[in-house]
C-alpha cells in the first residue's frame, strides 16, 4: 500500500501559485511593490500587475493569504 496519495490539481495550485509569489517577494523579483494598510500586497511582474492579501513576516519573508493573489 503507497503512503502517498495522489496530487489533485485543483488542490495544489493555489498553493503552488502562492508560494512562487511568495519567493518573488523575497528574494526581490518584484518591482513597484507596496504593502497597503488594509493587509494588501501589490507588485508588479514585468507587464502583469498582482495583488494579494498578507503580510511581511520574519526575515524578510512574506505570508500571503491562500486564494486571495
Do not use: K
Request: charged share 25%; glycine share 8%; proline share 3%.
Amino acid at each position: 500500500m503507497s503512503t502517498h496519495e495522489p496530487l489533485n490539481r485543483a488542490s495544489t495550485s493555489p498553493r503552488v501559485l502562492r508560494q512562487l509569489c511568495e519567493a518573488l517577494l523575497c528574494e526581490g523579483w518584484a518591482a513597484e511593490m507596496q504593502i497597503h494598510r488594509d493587509e494588501t500586497v501589490s507588485w508588479c511582474l514585468r507587464q502583469t500587475h498582482f495583488r494579494a492579501r498578507g503580510l511581511r513576516g520574519a526575515f524578510g519573508r512574506y505570508r500571503l493569504q491562500g486564494g486571495s493573489i
